[in-house]
């Protein structure tokens, strides 16, 4: 379902997709662009909106060529707004590269998918990395979940988006793996590296494997020509827990009347000093390393 809404007074404008399965919500690479989950006509749905009046003519036209690419293409939400971004930055020369927070988000899930593959193979540990694929969490086991947040801060300070990102798939445990990073140095590793590494253990196993890595990481918005000289290590064990054992925001916990008119919660949690888990983890993550 998409629908193109006006509000009143013709004060702004939104586009509604609907997020089939447990797709998660999309993150808007554009300042000015919102994306909100929202309960709209009964439907689960994302919505853009801007905070920006002068730019409503523009953003009514953005919103035309996503939704263009969703009904038209049959394209999924994110895919349709990236396309639509990347060809408008091509035509205005604009560079596009990941954020700070984005490129170590992706260095930590390489890392927690390597050490994966080294006890499932490569093939059991793709189809297990889901987050590509804008579910609602990063990877999903045979009988348990596992979201990924990596910071390179002392404190395990992390942002969580929306309510549903810490949230249990029905009869699914759900565990928050928190990963700090270091510079490293010349001992440490640039997310190039640790693509390549991760590409050619793939590719190792089956060449049919690490072109399927690669279609993955076209979807994280990964692009080998942006400049990557940070090299990172790991500064510590990744600490596991059980997010029904750490402090966290879900629909349930909002009042019945809040549903649809809170319209985007973001939030950083810091869960330093809670215990880590270990037992908890469906594969070994001691003595961790980047790929």
């Known amino acids: 379902m998409v629908s193109y809404e006006i509000s009143h007074a013709g004060q702004g404008v939104a586009l509604h997709i609907e997020l089939a399965g447990r797709h998660r919500l999309p993150r808007s690479t554009l300042s000015a662009v919102?994306?909100?989950?929202v309960h709209h006509g009964g439907r689960r749905m994302a919505r853009l909106?801007?905070?920006e009046p002068e730019l409503l003519r523009d953003f009514h036209d953005l919103l035309l060529a996503?939704?263009?690419?969703?009904?038209?293409?049959?394209?999924?939400?994110?895919?349709?707004?990236d396309e639509t971004v990347h060809g408008w930055s091509a035509l205005l020369g604009r560079p596009r590269g990941l954020s700070l927070d984005r490129r170590l988000g992706l260095h930590g899930e390489l890392a927690v998918l390597a050490r994966l593959a080294r006890h499932v193979g490569w093939r059991?540990?793709?189809?297990?990395?889901?987050?590509?694929?804008?579910?609602?969490?990063?990877?999903?086991?045979g009988s348990v979940d596992l979201e990924v947040k990596t910071t390179a801060a002392e404190r395990r300070r992390h942002t969580i988006h929306g309510l549903g990102q810490l949230t249990e798939t029905p009869g699914r445990p759900l565990l928050l793996v928190s990963l700090r990073?270091?510079?490293?140095?010349v001992g440490g590793r640039t997310l190039g590296e640790s693509v390549k590494s991760a590409r050619d253990a793939a590719a190792a196993e089956s060449v049919?494997?690490?072109?399927?890595?690669?279609?993955?990481?076209?979807e994280t918005e990964w692009d080998a020509e942006q400049p990557d000289d940070e090299r990172w290590t790991p500064r510590d064990?990744?600490?596991?827990?059980?997010?029904?054992?750490?402090?966290?925001?879900?629909?349930?916990?909002?009042?019945a009347d809040a549903c649809g008119r809170i319209d985007r919660v973001v939030y950083t949690v810091d869960v330093t000093e809670l215990p880590s888990d270990d037992s908890a983890a469906p594969f070994d993550l001691s003595e961790f390393r980047l790929p």
């Open 34 to 37: 919102r994306f909100d989950r």
């Open 124 to 141: 059991a540990a793709l189809d297990a990395w889901v987050g590509p694929n804008r579910e609602e969490h990063d990877f999903a086991l």
């Open 208 to 218: 049919a494997l690490g072109r399927r890595l690669d279609s993955l990481l076209t």
């Open 49 to 51: 909106t801007t905070r």
């Open 237 to 255: 064990d990744p600490m596991v827990l059980r997010v029904t054992d750490m402090p966290r925001l879900t629909e349930d916990a909002l009042p």
């Open 66 to 81: 996503v939704a263009d690419r969703v009904v038209g293409d049959g394209k999924g939400l994110e895919q349709a707004f």
């Open 181 to 185: 990073l270091t510079r490293g140095g």
